[in-house]
């Protein structure tokens, strides 16, 4: 799990339940995709919420999963813009 933390002290990461995250502080969690599958049951992780790109098709959700997580934290936790935590 990354943690990104600013000048200011604030936390921000992709939630996981890795450390118990309401150590940290008060917590602000909103959603940073969408993974579902199509009709011929493949699989999409959909990261508009973070004005990202459509991810996929993946054949195991267990892929979309990881190719979310990969993508949410190389270009929006990472991002030097950065300003609204998921």
């Known amino acids: 799990m990354q ?20 150590l940290l502080g008060s917590m602000s969690i909103r959603r940073g995709s969408h993974v579902e599958p199509d009709d011929a049951g493949r699989w999409w992780a959909d990261l508009a919420p973070v004005n990202g790109p459509k991810l996929g098709p993946f054949v195991r959700r267990a892929n979309a999963l990881a190719a979310e997580l990969e993508w949410l934290e190389a270009h929006w936790l990472t991002h030097a813009s950065f300003a609204d935590p998921l």
């Open 3 to 22: 943690l990104r933390i600013d000048a200011a002290g604030a936390v921000s990461c992709v939630y996981g339940e890795a450390i118990d995250l309401s």
